[in-house]
């Protein structure tokens, strides 16, 4: 339990939206509303990265 903690906040932004994207990729969403969806979780996180936009999370999974 505490490991899993530990581990979420260890989480980078990156990693984070890599993760997310595979778990709602494989709830069927498409990637409009992946992204969508991903850019209103990032500021409820412990530490809020800067916003991004649409692009910018895509190029954190695609490259």
Do not use: C, W
């Amino acid at each position: 339990m505490v490991l899993d903690v530990l581990a979420y906040f260890d989480e980078t932004t990156e990693d984070y939206v890599r993760r997310r994207h595979r778990e709602l990729q494989s709830q069927g969403l498409r990637n409009e509303a992946i992204f969508e969806r991903i850019g209103q979780e990032l500021p409820h996180r412990a530490v809020r990265p800067p916003e991004l936009s649409a692009r910018q999370l895509r190029r954190l999974v695609y490259g």
